[in-house]
Nanobody
């Protein structure tokens, strides 16, 4: 079984920073990519940032230049440094992992940015 456990998140004022972390554990035979998605109230879940095991990185246009994704392949962790946060970044953020050829999700962590 595979588990993704997130940490970080919380309440911050606009312009502030937060860091999210996610650790994968369990039967990790193959990890192809890990990343972060978010879902705001009344909206669909959207991709925020993804990093592949080979180092390919993709960001949503709305976060480019403000968010940075990084990973530690030895520790099976992925982090998201979020700077210059805006109220529209408010959402539940989910860690995602493409592991053993299937998608796994964390439980989600709330990020709230006040104006």
């Amino acid at each position: 079984q595979v588990q993704l456990v997130e940490s970080g998140g919380g309440l911050v004022q606009a312009g502030g920073s937060l860091r999210l972390s996610c650790a994968a554990s369990g039967s990790l035979f193959r990890i192809d990519a890990m990343g972060w998605y978010r879902q705001a109230p009344g909206k669909q879940r959207e991709s925020v940032a993804i990093i592949s095991t080979g180092g390919y990185i993709n960001y949503a246009d709305s976060v480019k230049g403000r968010f940075t994704i990084s990973s530690d392949t030895a520790k099976h962790t992925v982090s998201l440094q979020m700077n210059s946060l805006k109220p529209e970044d408010t959402a539940v953020y989910y860690c995602n992992g493409m592991i053993n050829r299937r998608a796994y999700w964390g439980q989600g962590t709330q990020v709230t940015v006040s104006s």
